[in-house]
């Protein structure tokens, strides 16, 4: 049900991440460009995007995760949306849990995720705490003024 993504995943990502309404144009770019190194880079090792299917084998929703630069057993988990039309199903769970469970496999130790703090993310928010993320810190005023950057991470016990 989780594969990595692939060239024929694009436009159905990009459709999505769109679809939620969540995500500026810029924020999209963004994102844009990080399917699209992964896709045409084959060695690199900054970025793994995963999707995950629904029943009938469409792109319910994508995660991007990778190691965080100039650390030991830290993760961050970059992006993820699910289509507005399967969210509440689970499929983000499973995304986080098949995350939690590959940097396990890797001797990860922390998983860090960064959102906004804006009103439009509360739902966003209680996901991660409901996944057993804490906040670690919050930076004010990050995005725009108003608009803080929320720090969520989960510390990775070996099972
Ligand atoms: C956040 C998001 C990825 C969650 O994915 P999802 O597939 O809808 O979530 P799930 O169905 O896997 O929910 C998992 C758990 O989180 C809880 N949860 C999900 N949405 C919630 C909400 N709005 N409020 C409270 N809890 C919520 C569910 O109740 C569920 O708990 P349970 O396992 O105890 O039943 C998805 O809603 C989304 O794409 N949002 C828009 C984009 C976005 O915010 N991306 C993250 C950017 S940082």
Redesign the pocket.
């Known amino acids: 049900m989780i594969r990595p993504l692939t060239r024929n995943d694009r436009e159905a990502v990009l459709r999505l991440l769109a679809g ?1 309404g ?1 995500f500026t144009e810029a924020e999209i770019a963004v994102a844009e460009e990080q399917l699209d190194i992964f896709l045409t880079q084959p060695a690199q090792k900054d970025y793994d995007i995963v999707v995950v299917a629904d029943e009938a084998g469409g792109v319910a ?1 994508f995660l991007s995760w990778g190691p965080t630069p100039l650390t030991e057993g830290t993760y961050d988990l970059y ?4 289509a507005p039309n ?9 995304l986080v849990r098949w995350l939690e469970d590959r940097a396990r496999a890797a001797n990860g130790r922390l998983i860090v ?1 960064e ?1 906004s703090s804006q009103p439009k ?1 509360h ?2 928010r ?2 991660y705490l ?2 057993g993320y804490n906040e670690a810190a919050r930076i004010p005023d990050f995005y725009k003024p108003g608009d803080a950057r929320v720090i969520y991470t989960k510390e990775l016990v070996q099972e």
């Open positions: 939620t969540m929703g992006w993820m949306a699910v399967r969210q509440g199903r689970g499929y983000g769970k499973a995720i959102t993310y739902p966003t209680a996901f409901g996944l």
